[in-house]
């Protein structure tokens, strides 16, 4: 059994690619939960929904996250009412976009969940309702909550993940996260990690992607317990992340954005970093953080250039395991 710890629209690329080339009933994605909001009273996965789309290959492909073929006419109609909205209320946000056919999955999740459902259940549900073979999991039942301090109108404040990602489009300098809720918070998943043949840390933001699930209780000791194992694809290629603000989060948290960084960051959880042939120069660099180095093409412009990108991280997590017998 393969597992994939898993981000948004990254990691659900990556996966894609991996169900290609293995038996999807062998592969098991654990998703970050951070990123979940409620609004309009509903209740919104947007990682879980950004990978199960993919993999069902319904994702709008240029955006990376909503269904393909969107229409938004139930967005376009909030705006009526955002125009009354008393002050101080927060009915009728029209900040983050829900498309009409998505609407359908957050209705679903939403219902279910108040019937008692675990969240685990209803990914589930989803899953099997768009056909996948592959396991889905969110990374706990319980609620966390990504929480993001922001500079903003020269002080500090704290918001949550959506708001400073999509509200602010993660254009304000960031001083510090947190994970509300991660302490008491239970993993699903442990055992898929103990048990698996090769683990998987997807290309992600390592701080509020990946970051949430290794903040749960007993996940980096599993991970560290079988770190031969376990392979993780860097998001930063030549200094830069291929999407969204890790880059720049990184930097202003004190981390350095390179592969190196990112080799720091994992060294103590995972075998083997892939890094993409542009820091082809910097392999003695992250071998000197005590990982193995694979230098690949990790841009995953392609259906072909995935499907490869997959092929040598599993490769590279099997030699790993050889490594230790
Ligand atoms: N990202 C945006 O940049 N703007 C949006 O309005 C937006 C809406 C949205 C709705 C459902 C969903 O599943 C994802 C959505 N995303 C949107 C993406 C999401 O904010 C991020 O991709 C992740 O949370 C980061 O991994």
Redesign the pocket.
């Known amino acids: 059994m393969i597992t994939v710890l898993a981000?948004?629209?990254g990691a659900a690329r990556f996966l894609r690619g991996l169900l290609m080339t293995v038996d999807p009933s062998r592969v098991t994605a654990v998703v970050n939960t951070g990123?979940d909001t409620e609004l309009h009273g509903l209740s919104?996965s947007?990682?879980i929904?950004?990978v199960t789309y993919t993999a069902a290959g319904a994702i709008d492909p240029e955006r990376?996250?909503?269904l393909v073929d969107e229409s938004w006419t139930a967005m376009e109609n909030l705006a009526r009412y955002a125009a009354v909205r008393p002050a101080g209320s927060a009915a009728a946000p029209d900040w983050?976009?829900?498309g009409d056919r998505?609407l359908a999955t957050h209705f679903y999740r939403t219902a279910r969940l108040r019937e008692g459902a675990t969240l685990s259940e209803v990914t589930d549900e989803i899953a099997r309702a768009w056909g996948l073979a592959v396991r889905i999991v969110p990374m706990t039942d319980h609620r966390v909550r990504t929480m993001i301090d922001i500079v903003e109108d020269g002080g500090v404040t704290t918001v949550g993940?959506?708001e400073y990602?999509?509200k602010r489009r993660h254009a304000v300098p960031v001083t510090g996260i947190r994970f509300d809720g991660a302490n008491d918070a239970k993993p699903t998943f442990i055992e898929t990690i103990t048990s698996a043949e090769a683990v998987i840390i997807a290309p992600s933001n390592p701080l509020v992607?990946i970051g949430p699930i290794r903040a749960l209780d007993g996940v980096d000791h599993a991970l560290t317990a079988h770190r031969e194992r376990v392979v993780a694809i860097s998001p930063i290629v030549a200094g830069a992340a291929l999407k969204?603000p890790a880059d720049r989060m990184l930097a202003e948290l004190g981390f350095e954005a390179s592969v190196v960084g990112v080799a720091r960051m994992y060294a103590p959880v995972c075998g083997t970093l892939v890094i993409d042939e542009r820091d082809a120069a910097r392999r003695a660099e992250v071998e000197a953080c005590g990982v193995r180095c694979v230098v690949a093409d990790t841009v995953m412009r392609t259906p072909d250039v995935t499907r490869l990108l997959a092929d040598i991280t599993l490769t590279a997590a099997h030699e790993g395991a050889q490594h230790v017998r």
Do not use: K, R
């Open positions: 981000g948004g629209i990123d919104i947007p990682d929904d950004t990376g996250w909503g983050f976009n829900l998505d993940f959506q990602f999509v992607s969204g």
